[in-house]
Nanobody
Framework: QVQLVESGGGLVQAGGSLRLSCAAS????????TGWFRQAPGKERAFVGT????????YYVDSVKGRFTISRDNAKNTVYLQMNNLKPEDTAVYYC??????????????WGQGTQVTVSS
């Protein structure tokens, strides 16, 4: 069993930065890939990026490439999403999830509760 808790969301101006954290409990967390998803108001949950269990491999959706970076510290059971040069269209609730590293929500077994990110123009 893995439990995930996101933190670090907030209100930021366009062009600013935020770092989200995904803290996990459960000894098996380091064996899972971790994905980040986001859900804007009135829209479906969308894939943002993923990191392999070792941290050696990452993948990002085109809209965040070069701006967002996912990293992990398995010793701390924590995965990070560094978000730079934020845009108003990045406004959403952000979720982390543990699973198979795919680009679809169905590939993830465990989910956090989400953290709100709001980017003002």
């Amino acid at each position: 069993q893995v439990q995930l808790v996101e933190s670090g969301g907030g209100l930021v101006q366009a062009g600013g930065s935020l770092r989200l954290s995904c803290a996990a409990s459960g000894r098996s967390f380091s064996s899972y890939a971790t994905g980040w998803f986001r859900q804007a108001p009135g829209k479906e949950r969308a894939f943002v990026g993923t990191i392999s269990w070792s941290g050696a491999n990452t993948y990002y959706v085109d809209s965040v490439k070069g701006r967002f970076t996912i990293s992990r510290d398995n010793a701390k059971n924590t995965v990070y999403l560094q978000m730079n040069n934020l845009k108003p269209e990045d406004t959403a609730v952000y979720y982390c999830a543990a699973g198979d590293g795919s680009r679809v929500a169905g590939g993830y077994r465990y989910w956090g509760q989400g953290t709100q990110v709001t980017v003002s123009s």
